[in-house]
């Protein structure tokens, strides 16, 4: 009879021999795409064989290549039919072993098992990657690259990463401007690819996955199980502020209770699991600009950022960068430099002011607590440079993320930004001025275009008269929204209390709006629909339209360039820090992304392009999904019938737009389709807005774009007969669940930082970084490494510990890792690491062995000894909630869920 010994050997071997099947299976499907056949597979034409002519020998090898093909199908059924095979002894095995083990002892077993597997998985996948670069060298028909294409292969989603030559090396490096610092060419390539450009990934990142599939299915479950409560499947109107800033529920429904729900899930499981993709091993960067992103990372005597106006990406000296910023900063009218972080002083504030309206009534108990911001940190300067103007100024702007004032500025915004579309002079973009602009006929001959410009508007608005403008224009709801006097209580914490950080300098602005708050666009509009209205009442001569974007107005004047000037004069002296530049013009002007022109007495419009406007449009090369770049020809040619009110602007402009798409490596003949559809639309459908649709209904499934995932459309659509297989169900979805991408991170999120700390300070914070023991010498500081990094030992990923953490240190996020087979548990701890340390090593020696921990450090030949600790973050402001979503991106990061690593997640469905 079979020992356990033996059938465990046995399962084992079972195991691995599927992998290499799985692995063969994939390999064949690869050739079979390509329409080729792998080396050992190929029928050549016998040497020395009597052939009369060439078109024998054709024949023959025609003959040979279709037998090749048929063996190849015949190997690809014998590996599904062996897979089949494996699978049931595998299970067989399996229940046998369930059957005379420990639960614990058998996940440990397959826990071993999955590592061999994973280990032999890497090893095929290297010698499968040497063939598939092999054959792609010694045949011109074999997988698509960027530069061969099968002329028999169907245009598919791969065709993206074609990579097209440019022409006009011109095109390469016209979008990259440096400042006082130098590039490389291969870094000046890289980033004329745009910072939109979203590189690679290298593979999916499969636990990733796994969680955007548990967040779906839990969807499903919670749509269904509220579905009988009235109104459960109605989406809450746009002005529910309210529910805006509650925060997300995360429980989960009861499994099981819908059998046909739970089918449909467990179909997609099923399919996700057993999905195998043809390997892509394209890439959307070449080695060196791959190496030219790591250079850019590292270095520290360079800022990259999108320039003010157009597409271009600044490249600035740090030493450039320092100066203007300080420059920036030194204007005592605007900023205060100060001693230190007030940070905490100001959410105290927030806090005891929300409190106040609570108690009030102006704000409800539940929305109140949700407008304290966890965890608040100063808001971070940077600036945009002007490349437009003399010496490239910056404009300054502050990044609010996280600030103790960002959620009651959203919550300002909400209230006001309504009565911003009110006022008598709001344009809301370039499609509502044209359409504004569109009735004027019959203009006099003497008649001026003017646009005006109010100089840094966000920094020169007085903060009361602000305040006065929103409050006036403000109708507050009883028991609904906070009366005006709290309005203008809150709106007053967020001006005086901007607190922002600049290297390691502390400033707070003390006049006007920031330019990264929530609240700044409809305060700015208010306070200028206030003041206009002041003004223009005050005026004997008006012009006879006045429109307003923000800080950009557009009029037109009738009464001759002598009272314009004069005109011009006292609106530059009505108010004492709002001031305007002007232009003027009989012919015509700019206005937004337009050019007005008088003609007959009406006005026409064409498209206008700033100078410094790159067109550096978004590769199709970038790792997008497919319709993101399939569709910018479209839209951009629609964009051009909708400004240009004659057809041979329309003409001009769309050539212009072609020759800049096709340096951008789109296909001429992609772009003539846009260009045709866009001009057999009616303008005046282009100017109609359309009506938005209420939030859909439909379930989303939403995950970080890659082009090898599974094709969830397809299975959703495969098994939604089972999803509406009752009636109920079918009220419940009657529309299939949609698929929605992110797209993975693109080079702003990696090269861009508004956050700049000089290298001296940033090594002087290094040197107190890090994880290490206590000073009183305890016992989990035997245990403790001291250390400045730690690293993911399944995607050898190393990051650095930007804290100074202990064995004291409370509310903290730590690293186990086992130091005899790599094996890593990612934990999380309200209290001390050392009592968190204490609780495991109580575990261990009492073999407690459902805890993975323990469960682990009880396994043989292992023991307490191998255990090390690292303490990776801590944060004392974390609530529960907080710690543990970061401890959940920890394990997502370092792939410690099981079976990669300790950390169990029995929601989560394989990959």
């Keep these: 009879m079979e020992s356990t010994l033996e059938t465990f050997k046995l399962l084992r071997r079972l195991y691995e021999k599927r992998v290499r099947y799985r692995h063969h299976l994939t390999n064949y499907k690869t050739y079979r795409a390509n329409n080729s056949v792998p080396k050992g597979l190929q029928i050549h034409v016998p040497t020395g064989l009597p052939l009369c002519d060439s078109g024998s020998y054709s024949n023959w090898k ?39 083990l420990p639960k614990s002892e058998l996940q440990n077993k397959l826990r071993l098992i999955s590592q061999d597997c994973l280990r032999l998985s890497h090893s095929l996948n290297s010698r499968q990657q040497r063939k598939f670069q092999r054959d792609q060298i010694t045949s011109n028909q074999v997988i698509l690259t960027s530069n061969q294409v099968s002329p028999n292969s169907k245009k598919s989603r791969s065709r993206r990463f074609l990579r097209k030559p440019v022409t006009d090396s011109s095109t390469v490096t016209n979008a990259v401007v440096t400042i006082s610092c130098q590039l490389s060419e291969e870094e000046t390539k890289l980033l004329s690819k745009g910072l939109n450009f ?18 779906f299915y839990r969807r499903l479950r919670l749509r269904e199980y509220f579905a009988d409560e009235d109104g459960a499947n109605q989406p809450l109107p746009d002005n529910d502020i309210a529910s805006k800033f509650k925060p997300k529920s995360t429980w989960n429904p009861p499994k099981g209770r819908c059998p046909p ?27 060196s600009e791959r190496q030219a992103i790591k250079n850019l990372r590292h270095r520290d005597d360079i800022v990259i950022k999108p320039a003010d106006k157009g597409s271009a990406i600044v490249a600035m000296g740090t030493k450039f960068y320092r100066e203007e910023a300080y420059r920036l900063l030194g204007n005592p009218d605007h900023y205060k430099r100060l001693d230190s972080d007030p940070t905490l002083e100001i959410a105290k504030k927030v806090e005891a002011a929300i409190q106040k309206m609570v108690r009030n009534g102006s704000i409800d108990s539940e929305t109140g607590p949700n407008l304290l911001q966890v965890d608040p940190k100063p808001g971070r300067f940077y600036f945009l440079p002007k490349i437009h103007k003399t010496g490239n100024p910056g404009r300054p702007i502050i990044s609010g993320n996280g600030t103790a004032t960002e959620k009651i500025s959203k919550f300002v915004d909400l209230l006001i930004q309504p ?18 602009i569109g009735e004027i006929q019959n203009l006099p001959q003497d008649t001026i275009l003017v646009t005006l410009d109010v100089s840094s508007l966000y920094t020169n ?23 005006k006097k709290d309005l203008g209580e809150l709106m007053r914490l967020i001006l005086t209390n901007n607190n922002l950080v600049f290297g390691d300098q502390h400033y707070l602005q003390i006049h006007g709006t920031a330019m990264g708050t929530k609240m700044a666009p409809s305060f700015a509009n208010l306070f200028m629909g206030n003041l206009e209205k002041e003004f223009l009442s005050r005026q004997i001569l008006k012009p006879q339209i006045w429109l307003r974007f923000i800080d950009d107005i557009f009029m037109i004047w009738p009464h001759g360039e002598d009272s314009l000037k004069i005109f011009v004069e006292n609106i ?34 064409d ?34 019938k909708r400004v240009c009110s004659s057809e041979t602007d329309f003409e001009t402009r769309t050539n212009e737009l072609s020759s800049h798409l096709q340096n951008r490596q789109y296909f001429r003949g992609s772009i003539e389709n846009a260009v045709k559809k866009a001009k057999d639309t009616p303008r005046s459908e282009t100017l109609t807005y359309k009506n938005r649709q209420p939030n859909s209904n439909r379930v989303p499934l939403v995950t970080e774009y890659h082009p090898g995932l599974p094709p969830f459309a397809k299975f959703i659509q495969k098994h939604l007969p089972i999803l509406q297989s009752t009636a109920r169900l079918k009220s419940i979805f009657p529309a299939p669940p949609v698929v929605a991408f992110s797209r993975p991170p693109n ?42 990094y730690f690293q993911s030992y399944q995607t050898a990923r190393t990051f650095q510990i930007r804290q100074s953490i202990n064995c004291l240190s409370k509310n903290v996020i730590y690293l186990i890792y086992c130091n005899l087979c790599g094996t890593q548990y990612v934990g999380e701890s309200k209290n001390s690491l050392r009592m968190r340390m204490t609780q495991h090593r109580s575990a261990i020696k009492t073999k407690k062995i459902d805890q993975p921990v323990a469960n682990h450090f009880n396994l043989p030949h292992h023991s307490i000894d191998n255990l090390r600790v690292i303490a990776i973050e801590q944060n004392d402001s974390w609530d529960n909630r907080s710690r543990k979503t970061k401890e959940n991106f920890w394990e997502c990061q370092l792939k410690t869920t099981s079976p990669f690593g300790l950390n169990i997640r029995n929601d989560l469905p394989a990959y």
């Design 62 to 100: 025609g003959i040979l290549r279709k037998t090749s093909l048929k063996l190849m199908e015949v190997q690809i059924g014998n590996c599904r039919k062996t897979i089949s095979e494996l699978n049931y002894q595998i299970d067989s095995k399996t229940r046998k072993l369930k059957r005379e």
């Design 261 to 287: 729900l739970e089918s449909f899930i467990s179909a997609i499981e099923e399919e996700v699991k057993t999905y195998t993709s043809a390997p892509d091993f394209r890439d959307n960067l070449t080695k």
């Design 419 to 436: 009565l911003v579309p009110s006022l008598p002079s709001y344009v809301q973009d370039t499609t509502d001025f044209i359409r504004k």
């Design 747 to 788: 080079l702003r999120d990696i090269l861009v930082r508004a956050k700049f700390q000089d290298k001296t300070s940033v090594e002087a914070n290094n040197e107190n970084f890090g994880c290490s023991p206590c000073p009183s010498n305890c016992k989990t500081c035997a245990l403790i490494d001291s250390t400045k």
């Design 461 to 483: 608005i007085p903060n009361e008269e602000g305040i006065s403008a929103c409050k006036t224009a403000f109708r507050p709801i009883q028991g609904k929204t906070p009366t």
């Design 607 to 640: 498209l206008f392009n700033k100078p410094t406007d790159k067109h550096n449009y978004l590769l199709p090369s970038s790792c997008h999904p497919p319709h993101c770049t399939k569709n910018i020809p479209y839209s951009q040619a629609l964009r051009i």
């Design 572 to 605: 530059n002296s009505f108010h004492s820090t709002i001031k305007f530049t002007a232009d003027s013009s009989r012919v015509s002007v700019h206005f937004l992304d337009t050019t007005v022109t008088i003609e007959n007495g009406s006005l026409k419009t």
């Design 198 to 215: 979203c590189p690679k990934p290298r593979q999916t990142d499969t636990q990733k996955l796994s969680l955007d599939l548990a967040a």
